[in-house]
């Protein structure tokens, strides 16, 4: 089964940005599509974005859209979220995730979960 791990999260100000990786091992990358969740306690779970195996259809919450772009790097077996003008509302511990259906991403059960990273965007 494919493992994830996530990095490049952390403290900064409104309209900043920042660029959160995500680490695939084991399982065959590339049979995967990929996502990137946010968690806030006392919250449900948003789907952030996602971006199919080969990287030509993707997904995005309103939420994010327009300032958040997902991308993927399977030689590398890497995949990104790169975040522009980050607001408050945004600060959340993100996750990395892996799902083999790209549509319904995460609807019947996840393959991979990763620990999370936190972002948080305040003055």
């Known amino acids: 089964q494919v493992q994830l791990a996530e990095s490049g999260g952390g403290l900064v100000q409104p309209g900043g940005s920042l660029r959160l990786s995500c680490a695939a091992t084991g399982g065959t990358f590339s049979s995967y599509a990929m996502g990137w969740f946010r968690q806030v306690p006392g919250k449900e779970r948003e789907r952030v974005a996602v971006?199919?195996?080969?990287?030509?259809?993707?997904y995005y919450a309103d939420s994010v859209k327009g300032r958040f772009t997902i991308s993927r790097n399977n030689t590398e077996n890497m995949v990104y979220l790169q975040m522009d003008g980050l607001k408050p509302e945004d600060t959340a511990v993100y996750h990395c995730?892996?799902?083999?259906?790209?549509?319904?991403?995460?609807?019947?059960?996840?393959?991979?979960w990763g620990q999370g990273t936190p972002v948080t965007v305040s003055s």
């Open positions: 971006v199919n195996w080969s990287g030509l259809y993707t």
């Open positions: 995730a892996a799902d083999r259906q790209y549509y319904g991403f995460g609807g019947n059960g996840l393959d991979a």
